[in-house]
T-cell receptor, first 114, second 110 residues
Framework: AAGVIQSPRHLIKEKRETATLKCYPI?????VYWYQQGPGQDPQFLIS???????DKGSIPDRFSAQQFSDYHSELNMSSLELGDSALYFC?????????????FGSGTRLTVV | LAKTTQPISMDSYEGQEVNITCSHN???????ITWYQQFPSQGPRFIIQ???TKVTNEVASLFIPADRKSSTLSLPRVSLSDTAVYYC???????????FGAGTRLFVKA
C-alpha cells in the first residue's frame, strides 16, 4: 500500500540558509500534519492543513511557513536556519475513512544545520 | 486537548506481557485514545485505537475503564524488536492536530 512520502530523506544546510521539505500524503488523504522531533525529544506539532487550507497551528516558528497544494502534497519552508532547527521532521496524513486507524506518518526528513 | 501521563520508561524480558498505563483525567466525551509506536529515526506507527471497554487487534490490546480517565496498552509476549517508544494520545480523531506527550521508553531484554 502507498505510504506517506517525504523528501529529501536527509538535508544538510548552513546557518541562515533556507530549506524546503516536501510531503506527499497517501492518495485520497486530504489532511497533512507536520511535526518536529529533536534528538531525544518527543514529536512537536507544527502545523496542519485540510483541503489546502491551514487547519491548525502549533509551535511553528515565524521563520517557517507551509502550504498544501492542489494535489494535496505539502511543503514546509524554513528560512534563516538556526542550529536548533536540526531535527527530524515528520509529515503525517489522514483522510476519509481513517478515523479509526490514526494518522500515517512518513519516514521523515533529517535536517542538519551546521 | 487532554493531557496524558505515562511512565517514562519500562523494562521487560522477551516473552513477557507488557502493560503500559496512560492517565488522561480530562478526556472529553468525543475523544478517542490512540497508541503509537516509534523506533529511532522512524515516524510513529499506529498501534491501536479505542473509545471504551476493550479493543484487540493482531498486535495489542487496549483496555479502557468505564470512566475513561486512563487506558492500558497490553503487548503480549514481547520480543526484542518491541523495544521502542510508545505514545498515548487522546483527542478527537476528526480534529486537525495530535499532540504527543512524553512517551514510554520500553526496553525488552533477552
Amino acid at each position: 500500500a502507498a505510504g506517506v512520502i517525504q523528501s529529501p530523506r536527509h538535508l544538510i544546510k548552513e546557518k541562515r540558509e533556507t530549506a524546503t521539505l516536501k510531503c506527499y500524503p497517501i492518495p485520497r488523504h486530504d489532511t497533512v500534519y507536520w511535526y518536529q522531533q529533536g534528538p531525544g525529544q518527543d514529536p512537536q506539532f507544527l502545523i496542519s492543513f485540510y483541503e489546502k487550507m491551514q487547519s491548525d497551528k502549533g509551535s511553528i516558528p515565524d521563520r517557517f511557513s507551509a502550504q498544501q497544494f492542489s494535489d494535496y502534497h505539502s511543503e514546509l519552508n524554513m528560512s534563516s536556519l538556526e542550529l536548533g532547527d536540526s531535527a527530524l521532521y515528520f509529515c503525517a496524513s489522514s483522510g476519509p475513512g481513517t478515523d479509526k486507524s490514526g494518522y500515517t506518518f512518513g519516514s521523515g526528513t533529517r535536517l542538519t544545520v551546521v | 486537548l487532554a493531557k496524558t501521563t505515562q511512565p517514562i520508561s519500562m523494562d521487560s524480558y522477551e516473552g513477557q506481557e507488557v502493560n503500559i498505563t496512560c492517565s488522561h483525567n480530562n478526556i472529553a466525551t468525543n475523544d478517542y485514545i490512540t497508541w503509537y509506536q516509534q523506533f529511532p529515526s522512524q515516524g510513529p506507527r499506529f498501534i491501536i485505537q479505542g473509545y471504551k471497554t476493550k479493543v484487540t487487534n493482531e498486535v495489542a490490546s487496549l483496555f479502557i475503564p468505564a470512566d475513561r480517565k486512563s487506558s492500558t496498552l497490553s503487548l503480549p509476549r514481547v520480543s526484542l524488536s518491541d523495544t521502542a517508544v510508545y505514545y498515548c494520545l487522546v483527542g478527537y480523531t476528526g480534529g486537525f492536530k495530535t499532540i504527543f506527550g512524553a512517551g514510554t521508553r520500553l526496553f525488552v531484554k533477552a
